[in-house]
């Protein structure tokens, strides 16, 4: 069975803080892929980052990072020095060729960032 | 090209009424996806089609659901005798399904069903 889990439902911070976006992932498969993706309030969703299961190397993109770590299955998502812009629902997703390539998203992080 | 574009981007309908919400992929995308939100959800898988066959689809495809994606290009999904529980966001997603590659899917702008 493939799983994500965001226990982060709601998570408010100050312009300039730093913070963190939990990801948490359950499957069988030895090949798997992880995403995020931004949904600002316009509704769309906006494709952040792929990462498949044999590449656990760290990656950071400005001021987005994410750190993949396959022991604790975590997948989990850093913002630094926070804007407003920032602020939107925040989904992980998973995604197997077993499990046919539909992804399976986990329930959103809304992340507020106060001015 | 643009990305993906669904039409319309909202639509009220009473209950009992059909509703069909198109979908245009990105060109080159051989995959099209059909997903559902609802309100503090994330989005659902419903279906998915490589070029024009419907290869899966979800236990939460009940009949009075249909896809279809008749050229392998822009696909439709009507609803019939809509419910007041099938409000939700309906997201079209698209990509590039290759042996070994491109797995990231590009969602379009939804469309935003409510049922009276």
């Known amino acids: 069975a493939q799983k994500v889990t965001q226990a982060q439902t709601e998570i408010s911070v100050v312009e300039k803080e730093d913070v963190t976006l939990d990801c948490v992932y359950e499957t069988r498969d030895t090949t798997y892929y992880l995403f995020w993706y931004k949904q600002p309030p316009s509704g769309e969703l906006v494709f952040l980052i792929r990462?498949?299961?044999?590449?656990?190397q760290n990656e950071i993109s400005g001021r987005y990072s994410w750190n993949f770590q396959k022991s604790t299955s975590s997948f989990n998502f850093t913002i630094t020095a926070s804007q407003v812009v920032d602020s939107a629902v925040y989904f992980c997703a998973l995604s197997s060729i077993v499990a046919g390539n539909q992804f399976y998203f986990g329930t959103g992080t809304s992340l507020t960032v106060i001015p | 090209d643009t990305g993906v574009s669904q039409d319309p981007r909202h639509k009220i309908t009473k209950r009992g009424q059909n509703v069909t919400f198109r979908c245009d992929p990105i060109?080159?995308?051989?995959?099209l996806y059909w997903y559902r939100q609802t309100l503090g959800q994330g989005p659902e898988f419903l279906t998915y089609f490589q070029n024009e066959a419907q290869l899966e689809k979800s236990r939460l495809l009940s009949d009075r659901f249909s896809a279809e994606r008749p050229k392998g290009s822009f696909s439709t999904l009507e609803i019939q005798r809509t419910e007041q529980g099938d409000s939700a966001m309906y997201l079209c997603?698209?990509?590039?399904?290759?042996?070994?590659?491109?797995?990231?899917?590009?969602f379009g702008p939804g469309t935003r069903l409510l049922v009276l």
């Open positions: 990462r498949n299961s044999f590449d656990e």
């Open positions: 060109s080159e995308h051989n995959r």
């Open positions: 997603a698209s990509s590039l399904a290759q042996l070994l590659g491109e797995k990231t899917q590009y």
